[in-house]
């Protein structure tokens, strides 16, 4: 047997080879099909396979508001080939897999369970020389000081990220929590310093203009600490079940697509991005491939968001 079944067989937005252009390209995609770490139903091992099957809906992917596309910018280099049954051996055989690629390229990553972004955030650690500001969608806070009774997992990352040192306490920045959990978990990011703009902080609030009070709470925030690098960590369960049934752990009461595709054209091409993940995306679970779409669409937009910002960039020299 060559590869798992699971593992996906076409490429982000059906880009064939000649589209694609070459690995130094400069964004890059991965898929990281692994859920060994769900604490309800598994089944985000399929995410990757769906996303891009999904995103070939996009057809030649020119985005509306930024009017770019990732067709010829974009390498999608398929999923990473890693062991599936031992958390402690899969993070292990990531690293060397995933750093010369950030070193690289500035790389999107589609899950699998969110157990996955502790390592990428080590990798990024390393690559940058210094802790990153994190964007992190979610339904959870990922806080939770073990895993039950274990010690790692997909709801301990952000805990485990802080105490490692990997990311900056105070440029730590969550949308959508609204899980059932303990104050010290629910809390634990606002305790150390960071942003927490729960649910019910967000209800009503959909369009940029409705949203700009909390925005531009994140713009100074990342402001006085100098624009560090960003990460985005985008759990897919961070919308309501209306629009992504298709997850491991739904939470009704949620956040809706318009609300988080505003955040990502409104702060993605102004922040220091550096990369990536959408992770939850769990197919068996979904309604005719709702939330495949919804996470195809968010990463079609930071790409293009991200190409946006490159090109004034470079016309700004």
């Known amino acids: 047997m060559s590869h798992f079944a ?41 995410g990757p396979s769906a996303i891009r099957q999904a995103s070939q809906m996009l057809c030649d992917g020119i985005h509306p508001l930024f009017d770019t596309t990732p067709e010829g910018q974009l390498h999608d280099h398929g999923d990473l080939a ?12 990531m690293m060397p897999l995933i750093g010369p690629l950030i070193a690289r390229q500035h790389m999107v990553w589609l899950g699998g369970d969110h157990s996955i972004t502790l390592p990428l955030l080590r990798a990024y650690r390393a690559q940058q020389g210094q802790p990153l500001a994190v964007i992190h969608f979610d339904a959870h806070c990922d806080t939770w000081v073990d895993h039950f009774g274990e010690p790692s997992g997909h709801g301990t990352w952000v805990y485990e990220a802080i105490q490692e040192g990997l990311v900056r306490p105070e440029c730590f920045v969550q949308f959508g929590i609204r899980s059932a959990g303990q104050r010290e978990a629910r809390e634990y990011v606002a305790d150390q310093g960071g942003l927490i703009f729960n649910a019910r902080a967000l209800r009503g609030l959909d369009s940029p203009a409705q949203l700009a009070p909390l925005l531009q709470q994140v713009r100074e925030r990342m402001a006085a600490h100098g624009h560090p690098p960003v990460y985005l960590s985008l759990d897919i369960d961070c919308l309501d079940p209306a629009f992504a049934p298709g997850t491991g752990t739904p939470e009704p009461g949620g956040m809706s697509s318009n609300q988080v595709f505003s ?20 197919p ?28 004034t960039s470079v016309g700004a020299d």
């Not at 694609?20 to 089944?43: H, K, Y």
């Not at 955040?263 to 769990?282: H, K, Q, R, S, T």
């Open 6 to 46: 699971f593992l996906s067989q076409n490429a982000f937005m059906g880009l064939s080879p000649s589209q694609q252009s070459s690995s130094d390209t400069p964004f890059g995609l991965a898929g990281i099909a692994w859920d060994g770490c769900v604490t309800n139903r598994p089944g985000a091992r399929f």
């Open 263 to 282: 955040i990502l054209e409104e702060l993605v091409p102004e922040l220091n991005f550096v990369g990536m993940d959408c992770v939850e995306v769990a």
């Open 82 to 93: 890693l062991p599936n049954t031992s958390l402690e051996a899969m993070r292990a055989a």
């Open 284 to 311: 068996p679970y979904d309604h005719a491939e709702l939330t495949s779409y919804a996470a195809a669409q968010f990463v079609w937009t930071y790409l293009c968001a991200r190409l946006a910002a490159r090109s």
